[in-house]
């Protein structure tokens, strides 16, 4: 999981997504708030809160859904 503690006392959101195998490593490297899901081999978690830089999860869950979604819709997405 993640080596830094979460207060529990406050709800915690996390959100799920696909990262590409190569991005995999340094996103979870970093620890804290991205961690590695218990599933899936390129499915990695965040806990989201006032800590999260926005641009950064935008772009990783247009590049998830990009991995996801028919070659046909992935043509139409505007990616960063």
């Given at each position: 999981m993640y080596a830094r503690a979460?207060d529990t006392s406050e709800p ?30 390129n499915v990695v978690c965040v ?34």
């Open positions: 979460v915690v959101c996390v959100m799920q997504f696909r990262c590409p195998n190569e991005e995999l490593p340094g996103l979870v490297g970093g620890g804290f708030p991205f961690f590695r899901a218990g599933w899936g081999a806990v989201l809160g006032d800590h999260v830089d926005w641009t950064e999860v935008a772009e990783l869950l247009t590049e998830s859904y990009c991995l996801l979604a028919p070659k046909k819709l992935v043509a139409l997405v505007n990616r960063p």
